[in-house]
């Protein structure tokens, strides 16, 4: 009771710009739709159906023919093509083991370079686990808005640095950030707590490419990726996939037990790398919306239109998600099949009763529509088609949960996350 009590009470407090537009009617030129009577009607893709249209009827199909066909169009269409591991990366684990939070934890802080440059793309890893763990523990792993100095209070972790104004980078305030996690509830509860700036990965602005780690992958004569090639939520998720790289290496972490969060574009972000990586064991994804999680053909709320129009991110995403901006009908994959992507593994897709911008009821259906592809692997999808009201979770293993409010993370949402970490990761 002491550790909900905790939380209720704000420790873990994580919130992300509210993506909500002061002028909600016309964004980019676009209109928006909130009426659910002109959603107008739509036909979702089979995800248990193969490109020749035979039906998927066992796990070994789905794992060796279909999965790989849902995966390849998402890479094409949607997020883009990425690179595996780079053959030079290297860890510099700078703080191999010291004492934090009055001793409950035991902090490690570690250097990922991307390349055999130095000075080139890197990122800062921040680990906890719990103190005097007689194992190897299970971990949530944070992409965050903020670097690390700003994101937890503890005055022994490297002052980190963040885009400032004109893409220079500069020292990160303390205490200041967004996204501030009170990592002691999660370590109470059994639990490795990580996190990472997403932008020691790859700038969140326009033009940014030639900044971030996707600059590394440019050939001769090359200034934007392939229409086919990463955008920067592809390039977020590969980075979450290099901390786990340096996960599978410490001692304390049971990398078989890896859960990963994050917030809005972060959101998306944990999808697509839940769905592409395989070693990621469980996704939390909060109000990742269109994009993410929430169906593309309903046309409620922020559309494939707004998210790719060229004052808004079309940085996000590879260039040929742009075509389907007026023909989403042509769409060959839609959120469903991204939810799908996961099984057999749990997710927990969290929105917000006021957050129609990112179509908290798009994601509901998309949890609906996956539920055959978890029933193939014996799971248990939500087990409804009836959207539960605000603060009414669903935890299976698809989980869906809405707090009464708006977009990100809300204290009262931490209960409902640790409770689902602790149904399937169990510490």
């Not at 490297?158 to 020292?171: H, I, L, S, T």
């Amino acid at each position: 009771m002491f550790l909900l009590a905790a939380l209720a009470a704000g420790a873990l407090a994580q919130q992300a710009p509210a993506p909500r537009p002061q002028n909600r009617d016309v964004i980019a030129g676009i209109p928006v739709n909130y009426d659910e009577s002109k959603v107008g009607g739509y036909t979702l893709p089979d995800p248990l159906k193969l490109a020749d249209g035979k039906p998927v009827r066992d796990v070994k199909t789905w794992n060796t023919k279909r999965r790989p066909e849902i995966v390849r169009l998402f890479e094409e269409n949607e997020y883009g093509r990425a690179p595996g591991r780079p053959k030079d990366m290297t860890f510099d684990v700078f703080d191999k083991g010291a004492p934090a939070f009055d001793g409950k934890a035991t902090r490690r802080q570690v250097t990922i370079y991307f390349s055999k440059d130095k000075n080139g793309p890197k990122m800062d890893l921040l680990v906890y686990v719990p103190a005097g763990a007689a194992k190897p523990v299970p971990l949530l792993l944070n992409i965050g808005f903020s670097p690390n100095s700003s994101s937890v209070n503890d005055p022994g972790v490297k002052q980190g640095e963040m885009w400032g104004r004109g893409g220079k980078r500069v020292p990160a305030p303390r205490g200041m950030g967004m996204g501030r996690l009170n990592v002691e509830p999660l370590l109470a509860a059994g639990f490795g707590v990580a996190t990472f700036y997403y932008g020691d990965v790859d700038a969140d602005f326009l033009n940014g490419v030639p900044l971030g780690v996707r600059a590394l992958y440019l050939k001769p004569g090359q200034t934007e990726p392939a229409p086919d090639e990463w955008g920067a939520i592809s390039a977020w998720a590969w980075g979450i996939s290099r901390a786990i790289d340096y996960l599978e290496t410490d001692k304390g972490v049971d990398a078989k037990r890896i859960a990963i969060t994050g917030v809005s574009r972060l959101g998306k972000t944990v999808m697509w790398a839940g769905a592409h990586d395989t070693r990621i064991t469980m996704v939390i994804a909060s109000c990742s919306g269109e994009g993410g999680a929430a169906l593309s053909r309903r046309n409620y709320g922020e559309t494939i239109a707004h998210l790719t129009a060229p004052s808004r991110y079309p940085y996000q995403f590879c260039a040929n998600y742009a075509k389907y901006a007026n023909q989403v009908d042509k769409f060959p994959v839609d959120a469903h099949m991204l939810v799908a992507l996961m099984a057999p593994r749990p997710v927990l897709l969290q929105t917000g009763s006021t957050d129609d911008w990112s179509d908290p009821k798009g994601e509901f259906l998309a949890a609906v529509a996956a539920e055959p592809v978890y029933k193939l692997f014996g799971k248990q999808g939500l087990g409804t088609d009836q959207m539960p009201g605000a603060g009414e979770p669903i935890l299976h293993d698809i989980g869906y949960f809405m707090h009464d409010g708006g977009h990100g993370m809300l204290p009262g949402d931490w209960p409902v996350y640790i409770k689902f970490l602790q149904m399937h990761l169990k510490p």
